[in-house]
């Protein structure tokens, strides 16, 4: 019977092309655009660290003095400043620590067909790399006695090391960076995490940095640092962000299990409250452990352009639907005559139902193909944009199987109205007027 | 024209009259609400910054090792910069108005007890800032040379705790003054920063953006009589003539090469095509509500033409009986642009309500203002002119129709 269907299906399309080219450009139109802003709201919203994002932990306490405080609705600062991130982190309350901020420095090749440049860099502590299960090329990440030595070590990224070595082997070679010369122990495989969630105070979306070393290492050269800094009171911010404890500018990371942090929430408020007894905090603990999912959330890191498109395009979807709709319905009408002739010769609602669901099912099908093929245009003219997440922007197999459903599901949707109405035809009638 | 009987024969069509209004509902709303934000985008875009745009360039240098010499290399600099022909004006900034490059803020208060920050406010550093950004002084004086103090040696001050090693003048933007001080003179006014360290404001300008747009006044400004250099974080910006900008900062980047090889070039562009990348963002937006605009005015167009095709196909009796009854092709003409013209009309006005829900929406998720009622004619407008460029095509087939058809039986 499908097989049937489909030809009176494909009969009653080809007789009236333009209507049907019409109706197919309507729904591959609206497809089209929807998939292109779905796909970027789905890769802007993906988990950076899949299978390990519920166990790694923004911690977040409030250092800040007494002005503007309201209870309750205050929230603490982003980051922390150097005396807490170095407190907390050698309390090691956690399975795992991270204290880190990003940075910028000069990256003086050995090769003098190249010249000096400026390269985006992270300075932080050994825990990094294993936390955010970061792989490694060649070599390895450095450890904490490392960091605590302010060794002159450093990891690179595989596109750094592409650009200065040629992508080989670099490991034991001498870099110097900033006016101090490092030794490459490390170079990190293929990472790419989007968001970039660790530091969203530089940017949300894109290449990640270029060159790692220790926190302590940086601090010791004298590293520019680079990202947000937040001061209060009489705190500033020079070149560097100060040691002292009146500005933020430190990302605090922890890995738990999550049944732990409950616990881990609770030391962060007894540190809070001790410093407060110390006189070094002036506002209640105030605290916050937002796991990567929850962090990404509260930053509200996609942007509200790329969700407005997304309405936009639904919005655009749903007028193309209801464009179908209505030519649809007005084709079913006018074969009134045919339908009624079926029926009075025994075919049933259901089948007439069918028949006319297949053919809306049809230009479904073909303005999904051709949804698609504008969606690989789209995609094509938003990695052309200014944006910084516009390089991500590329289709997946998981979008290519939601495209085909939302094109079916939507045409199969937009055709049951009209086959219903045109079922509800009395054969009698239908003959008698002709 | 006869509008009973137009209303009688859509009662037939109920579903396919009722989807039609509904397109031409949904279009209407969507048309309206995404040209008022291209409105908001380019309203943005065409926000004064207060600078001399089309006459400045910037250039941006890192050290690469150690910069002990840092003041002594940038007064050299300014120096020689300064004989570069062409030059006009020489400064040192960290920021600028919509830069992508970052900012500065500063919390202010008007009595230093005060609990809460008045307000937030872009503070603006660097020598000889306001001849070379060309922003206008409206009131009181710029700093004088003697004023400037060395950015680290603020810094270090700042985190000692020791106060005279700080400024105490401040240069403000006029709205900025306004809103500090409504209907007052701003000049020798206090205000407090950190702690209650006062600042005397000794001038106004008319305008300097921040260099990020934000919802609470994208205006207030405030500048310092600080001094930066390359190693601190700020770059050189030039004045100079906007046919020279090209030549000059070609001259002013080999210049700075020679003067100093160990250092980076960073950033070296006209101002204007910084302001252009920090806008870029909002024109892409802006093309593609317009490209949006376009396409759905197409759909709607194309979906008349369709419906309005297959009525005259199924009216053609009737369209014969009433010619040979004595109906003009006028009339038919008429008859079917009417028809369109009432199903417009119902589905605008439903549209109206629509758009304004949509905008109720957009107002609770995004930052943006009320659809002002002169928008919704935009939509009404543009959608009866697609309808009737629409139905013509149809509407001329059925006047075409000959009476003759009354009489045949198909």
Known sequence: MFSYYLDLALRSLRRNIALTALMVLAVALGIGASMTTLTVLHVLSGDPVPGRSAQLYRAQIDPLDASGYRPGQTQPPDQVTWIDGMNLLREKRAERQALMTGGQVAVQPDNTMLDPFYEAARYTTADFFPMFGVPMEYGRAWNAADDEASARVAVISAALNERLFGGKDSTGQTLRLSGAAFRIIGVLGDWHPNPQFYDLSRKSYGQNEGVYVPLSTSQDVGMNQDGRVDCWGNGGSGKNPSHTGLCVWLQFWVQLDPSAAPAYKAFLVDYSAQQKALGRFQRPPNVRLRNVIQWLDYNQVVPDDVRLQTWLAFGFLLVCLVNMMGLMLAKFMRRSGELGVRRALGASRRALFAQLLIESGVIGLVGGVGGLLLALLGLWLVRRQPAAYAALAHLDLAMLVATFLLALGASLLAGLLPAWRACQIAPALQLKTN | ?410
Not at chain 2, 163 to 182: F, K, Q, S, V
Not at chain 2, 189 to 206: D, E, H, L, Q, S
Request: charged share 20%.
């Open chain 2, 1 to 410: 024209m006869d509008i009973l009987p137009i209303l009688s024969t859509l009662r037939r069509h109920k579903v396919t009259s009722l989807l039609l209004i509904l397109q031409i509902a949904l279009t209407c709303a969507i048309v309206c609400n995404a040209v008022f934000l291209i409105g908001q985008r380019l309203r943005l875009m065409d926000l004064p910054s207060g600078v001399a745009e089309h006459e400045l360039v910037q250039v941006q240098l890192g050290y690469i090792g150690a910069s002990p010499d840092d003041k002594a290399q940038t007064a050299t600099d300014l120096a020689e910069l300064r004989q570069i022909p062409g030059v006009k004006q020489v400064a040192l900034a960290r920021y600028l108005p919509f830069t992508l490059d970052g900012s500065a803020n500063a919390g202010l208060k008007l009595d230093p007890q005060q609990q809460q920050n008045t307000l937030e406010a872009e503070t603006y550093f660097g020598p000889n800032l306001l001849p070379t950004l060309g922003t206008q002084l409206v009131a009181g004086r710029d700093f004088d040379p003697g004023e400037y103090l060395d950015f680290d040696a603020v810094v270090a001050a700042l985190n000692r705790g020791d106060l005279t090693g700080l400024p105490h003048t401040m240069i403000i933007t006029r709205p900025l003054a306004e809103r500090l001080w409504p209907g007052q003179d701003a000049l020798g006014k206090t205000i407090y920063v950190g702690n209650g360290i006062p600042f005397r404001v000794i001038g106004i300008v008319a305008h300097l953006a921040r260099p990020y747009i934000r919802q609470d006044g994208s205006e207030y400004s405030t500048i310092w009589p600080i001094r930066m250099t390359p190693a601190d974080g700020a770059s050189y910006v030039i004045r100079t003539a906007p046919q020279d900008r090209e030549a000059v900062l070609k001259a002013v980047v080999a210049k700075l090469r020679q003067l100093n090889p160990n250092r980076v070039v960073l950033k070296k562009r006209t101002y204007d095509d910084a302001r252009n990348d920090y806008f870029a963002t909002d024109r892409a937006m802006a093309g593609i509500l317009g490209g949006v605009i376009v396409a759905l005015l197409i759909v709607t167009a194309l979906g008349i033409v369709g419906l309005a095709s297959f009525w005259v196909a199924q009216r053609r009796r009737m369209i014969g009986v009433r010619r040979a009854l004595g109906a003009t092709r006028v009339d038919i003409l008429h008859y079917f642009q009417t028809e369109n013209f009432l199903l417009a009309t119902i589905g605008i006005a439903l549209g109206m309500v629509l758009a304004y829900g949509i905008n109720q929406f957009l107002m609770l998720h995004y930052e943006l203002p009320r659809l002002p009622a002169s928008y919704f004619p935009v939509g009404a407008i543009a959608l009866w002119l697609i309808g009737q460029l629409a139905v013509l095509g149809p509407a001329l087939r059925a006047a075409a129709v000959p009476p003759v058809v009354a009489t045949r039986s198909d």
